[in-house]
């Protein structure tokens, strides 16, 4: 079965180092929606991509690890080949760089939601750290609107962009500290993300 949601532990992220989605299963936990939660280990995504060299195709999501904490201690991960995960967003010569994903449940319902707009246009190949105009996230809560969204600023660190043609991909890491809802609860998300995407194409 597909990983989803990991409860009650706390990741570190080292410098330089994203920490990303691993293939362990162990003990399963239980979220609001029922789902059973695998433990998972841990690996760099520079690890992941130098064990499976397999290019990515436009899109696609080769792992995401987001984890949120305040009003909620939850980590989804997934992929897009384990049908948990679904890519949205773009980047261009003119275009700005925002990504955002959908998360789902192993009967492919919906049950999280994250995004990171930016206002910068980004050279192709370009990486480093840029300012996160509006990030929003949401999860499936019980008795509450299906849409209920945190919402606020954050920073994105981008640190691969292969802009080659053929290989285009994207890692980084999408940071957002005290998203509010309209209830005034807070969250912080961490969403590391490893996708076939990049802002134009290397000549």
Known sequence: MPQRVHHGNSWTRSAGMLVLLAVASACAGS???????????????????????????????????AMLSGTKDTTYQGSTADGSVEFFGS????????????VKDSDGNQVAR????????????????????????WYKRMGLPSRMTFEGRGNIEISLHDARRGSRRMTGVLMASGLEDSRGDLIDVEVEFDVGLSCGLEE
């Open 31 to 65: 979220e609001e929606n029922g789902q059973s939660t695998p433990d998972a280990d841990e690996s760099s995504v520079a690890e992941r991509r130098s064990e499976a060299l397999t290019p990515l195709a436009p899109g696609e999501v080769g792992a995401l690890r």
């Open 114 to 137: 994250f995004q990171g707009r930016t206002d910068r246009m980004l050279e192709p190949g370009q990486t480093g750290s840029f300012p996160v105009e509006t990030a929003t996230a």
């Open 91 to 102: 980047c261009d010569d003119d275009v700005p760089l925002r990504v955002g994903f959908n």
